[in-house]
């Protein structure tokens, strides 16, 4: 089955500052990669997701890149603001029967002012 | 338009007993998924829920089962709990065939 790392696990930037996570998965057949953030006590929401005919995906301060021969693919945050800080969790799920969600272990963004 | 939707918010249980927990996708989704989310293991995937039929499930014991209604609501079962139970229990649903998969508050199962 599909096998998502994530790195790194914890990452402290200062306000204003770019933060940048990383994702490794396993199973070739994979095609779509989203990134979900998780606020304490809150349910993950999906922030940017991209699918594996794309190698990079914006949306204001956030952006995703895909290197589908490296299996590999990345969050990007620009300028980043106290509000970003959270857990960020990144996944994997290919076609038909594989649909579900991989995820990766997550990263404990804290944005300091 | 109403989110994922679970009940209820906590559940408190003890070793042995069963837990039964709710779900409901957004209006329009039919597939439904269930993921545990136990303290630093992450989002683990149990069972996927698509048209009424079970189309695939994690690597969970038997213990762990549920169903789909017919107005495409999902209950999730969980049989002889075990302390290791103890997690909060996530829902999401998507359009079928589509990727795009939206979560529930969740349900926090605590077992004693």
């Known amino acids: 089955g599909e096998n998502v790392e994530q790195h790194p696990s914890t990452l402290s930037v200062q306000e204003g500052d770019s933060a940048v996570i990383k994702c490794t998965y396993s199973d070739s057949a994979s095609n779509y990669f989203p990134w979900y953030k998780q606020e304490l006590g809150k349910r993950p929401q999906l922030i940017i997701d991209?699918?594996?005919?794309?190698g990079e995906k914006k949306d204001q301060r956030i952006a995703v890149t895909l290197n589908k021969t490296a299996k590999h693919f990345s969050l990007h945050i620009t300028e980043t603001q106290p509000e970003d800080s959270a857990v960020y969790f990144c996944?994997?799920?290919?076609?038909?029967?594989?649909?579900?969600?991989?995820f990766g272990s997550g990263t404990q963004l804290t944005v300091l002012p | 338009e109403a989110g994922v939707t679970q009940s209820p918010t906590h559940l408190i249980k003890t070793r042995g007993q069963q837990a039964t927990l709710r779900c409901s996708p957004i209006?329009?989704?039919?597939?439904v998924y269930w993921y545990q989310q136990a303290l630093g293991l992450g989002l683990q995937f149990l069972l996927w829920y698509d048209e009424g039929e079970e189309r695939n499930r994690g690597n969970f014991p038997p213990r762990f089962s549920g169903r789909q209604f017919p107005n495409y609501s999902s209950e999730l079962n969980v049989n002889a709990l075990e302390l290791e139970d103890s997690a909060l229990y996530l829902c999401?649903?998507?359009?079928?065939?589509?990727?795009?998969?939206?979560f529930g508050p969740g349900t926090r199962l605590t077992v004693l």
């Open positions: 209006s329009g989704h039919t597939s």
């Open positions: 996944a994997a799920s290919g076609d038909g029967s594989a649909r579900q969600l991989t």
């Open positions: 999401a649903s998507s359009l079928t065939g589509t990727d795009t998969q939206y």
């Open positions: 991209i699918r594996s005919n794309v």
